[in-house]
């Protein structure tokens, strides 16, 4: 699982049909600072999520397809499954 940050939308009027009236965003990685790191992601939205929120990713697609627990199986890489309200690092 990592942080990210939701920085857009993908709009796709084609897709497959586990997809369908699923919320799709692009988010960005960043370290527990708020910093961005890496590559953009597509992902999955199953919380509500809209741009600029800090979330939760899940990237393995074993634990987005036990998430939403499809009859098919759906081609997902990355899921956000929640908010990040706040980040605590021990010292």
Same mark, same amino acid.
């Not at 940050?5 to 527990?32: A, D, E, F, M, W």
């Given at each position: 699982m #990592?942080?990210?940050? *939701?920085?857009? +939308?993908? *709009? +796709? ?16 990685? #960043?370290?527990?600072q708020?910093?961005p @790191?890496?590559?953009?992601? !597509? ?7 809209? #741009?600029?929120?800090?979330?939760? !990713?899940? +990237? $393995?697609?074993?634990?987005?397809? $036990?998430?939403? @627990? ?5 081609? #997902?890489? +990355?899921?956000? *499954?929640?908010? !990040?309200? $706040?980040?605590? $690092?021990? @010292?």
């Open positions: #990592i942080l990210a940050r *939701v920085i857009g +939308s993908v *709009v +796709s009027t084609i897709k497959h049909p586990c997809y369908q009236n699923r919320k799709i965003l692009l988010v960005k990685p #960043i370290t527990p708020d910093e @790191q890496g590559g953009v992601m !597509v992902a999955v939205d199953l919380v509500g999520a809209g #741009i600029g929120d800090r979330v939760l !990713v899940a +990237s $393995e697609g074993r634990a987005a397809e $036990e998430l939403l @627990q499809f009859p098919c199986r759906m081609p #997902i890489r +990355s899921l956000i *499954v929640g908010f !990040v309200d $706040e980040v605590r $690092e021990a @010292q």
